[in-house]
């Protein structure tokens, strides 16, 4: 009995994309705590300034590459293991 789903194309790209957004948001969640970390919160930067200075082409493009590379990694350690 064949216990592999029937499209496999489909649950990978499903998982990477799954991989991918999740280290996305974790780049984006350490930026935002750098960006408190930083400013201190205390010259009065609102939570809307502080998304709108994290949420920048040159991020995205940063946590884009990072993962894709991280999902790059955890497939060559799956199949390493």
Not at 21 to 29: G, P
Not at 35 to 50: C, D, I, P, Q, V
Not at 55 to 60: E, H, I, K, R
Not at 69 to 81: A, C, M, P, S, Y
Request: glycine letters at 6%; proline letters at 2%.
């Amino acid at each position: 009995m064949d216990t592999k789903p029937k499209n496999t194309f489909r649950t990978g790209t499903l998982r990477a994309i799954i991989e991918v957004s999740f280290i996305v948001f974790l780049f984006y969640s350490n930026l935002l705590m750098g960006e408190y970390s930083r400013t201190n919160n205390a010259a009065g930067k609102t939570f809307l300034w502080a998304l709108n200075d994290i949420f920048t082409p040159t991020n995205f493009l940063i946590a884009i590459v990072t993962g894709v590379i991280g999902n790059l990694v955890f497939e060559f350690l799956r199949k390493k293991l």
